[in-house]
């Protein structure tokens, strides 16, 4: 069965500074999505990012980058320049076609 | 603003008793998904409806049901309920396949 996992309940780090949130999934599938989604207080559910497995090329969207390491099965959240904005829960999630199973989360604090 | 709608956006009820919670989802997209997020917990897939049909079935107890309608908004029916069920709900819709997921803005279920 499909897992995916976030090993770090929670995070911080300076504003302006970079941060990088991991994470780790199990399939035996070779073609299916990654996602990451942030939840900021509000509790509404974000899409920050989605990463294709049969694209080599990490995924960007402004300060939000993505190392996607398939044969470790590693897909990784950096963000850049850190914004108080930035400060929200952080959920990984992998989909192929029907299935959708989310990590647990991150909990990011930004530090001014 | 995702374009998924969800009513109500609070709901407080006692044990016992039987809540419909509604979605609307984005134009254009077929498939509705739903997900319960107790506190401080990862999302928990109950359920998903692609074009009026039962699609996918996650962790969802039997006292829950739902359903897709023709104009294929959704109703997430939950019964007897029990104090546990307090969470947030949340609805997300997509085009289907391996697109993302546009997640509602959720609904507040507190069970006293």
């Known amino acids: 069965a499909q897992t995916v996992t976030q090993s770090q309940p929670e995070m911080s780090v300076q504003e302006a500074e970079t941060v990088t949130l991991s994470c780790t999934y199990d399939t035996s599938e070779s073609d299916y999505y990654l996602f990451w989604y942030k939840q900021p207080p509000s509790r509404q559910m974000i899409l920050v990012i989605r990463q294709e497995a049969y694209k080599q090329q990490n995924a960007t969207e402004n300060r939000f980058s993505v190392n996607f390491q398939k044969a470790a099965k590693s897909f990784s959240l950096k963000i850049s320049d850190s914004q108080l904005g930035d400060a929200a829960m952080y959920f990984c999630a992998y989909r192929r076609d029907d299935k959708i199973i989310f990590g647990k989360g991150t909990r990011l604090h930004i530090l001014p | 603003d995702s374009g998924v709608t969800q009513t109500p956006k609070h709901l407080i009820t006692a044990t016992g008793q039987r809540v419909t919670l509604r979605c609307s989802p984005r134009?254009?997209?077929?498939?509705v998904y739903w997900y319960q997020q107790s506190l401080d917990q990862g999302l928990q897939f109950l359920i998903q409806?692609?074009?009026?049909?039962?699609?996918a079935k996650g962790n969802i107890l039997e006292r829950f049901s739902a359903q897709q309608f023709p104009d294929l908004h959704s109703e997430l029916n939950l019964s007897s309920l029990e104090l546990g069920d307090s969470a947030l709900y949340f609805c997300a819709s997509s085009r289907g396949g391996h697109n993302e997921q546009f997640f509602g803005p959720g609904t507040r279920l507190t069970v006293l």
């Open positions: 134009s254009g997209d077929l498939s």
């Open positions: 409806y692609y074009n009026g049909e039962e699609r």
